[in-house]
C-alpha cells in the first residue's frame, strides 16, 4: 500500500505563490516518478508537473510552464511545487500521484487564487 500526504494549498492574491508538498510512505520504491494534477471547478483533472526519481527530469503542462516550479527530496520521499505568478485560472485541487502497481492518489489540497 502507499500512502500520499499533501499540505501547503491555502487561499493566494494573484501574482503570489505558494509552495505544495507531497510526502509518499509504503512501498514506492518500483515507481519512476511523481507528478501533480489538478481539478479546476467543471473540468476534468490534468496533468500540471512531474519528475523522475532517478535524474532531474522534469516536465510540465503548457499552461504552468516558466511559472511552477517541481522538485523532490530523495531522503525525505516527499515531491515540492512551487507555484509563483499564480493566476485566478489557477484555482484547483491540486492532486500528489505516484505510479507503482496502479496509480496512487493524495486525497488533495485546494488552492485559490483571488484576484
Known amino acids: 500500500q502507499v500512502q500520499l500526504v499533501e499540505s501547503g494549498g491555502g487561499l493566494v492574491q494573484a501574482g503570489g505563490s505558494l509552495r505544495l508538498s507531497c510526502a509518499a510512505s509504503g512501498r514506492t520504491f518500483s515507481s519512476y516518478a511523481m507528478g501533480w494534477f489538478r481539478q479546476a471547478p467543471g473540468k476534468e483533472r490534468e496533468f500540471v508537473a512531474a519528475i523522475k526519481w532517478t535524474g532531474s527530469r522534469t516536465y510540465y503542462a503548457d499552461s504552468v510552464k516558466g511559472r511552477f516550479t517541481i522538485s523532490r527530496d530523495n531522503a525525505k520521499n516527499t515531491i515540492y511545487l512551487q507555484m509563483n505568478s499564480l493566476r485566478p485560472e489557477d484555482t484547483a485541487v491540486y492532486y500528489c500521484?505516484?505510479?507503482?502497481?496502479?496509480?496512487?492518489w493524495g486525497q488533495g489540497t485546494q488552492v485559490t487564487v483571488s484576484s
Open positions: 500521484n505516484i505510479k507503482v502497481d496502479r496509480d496512487y
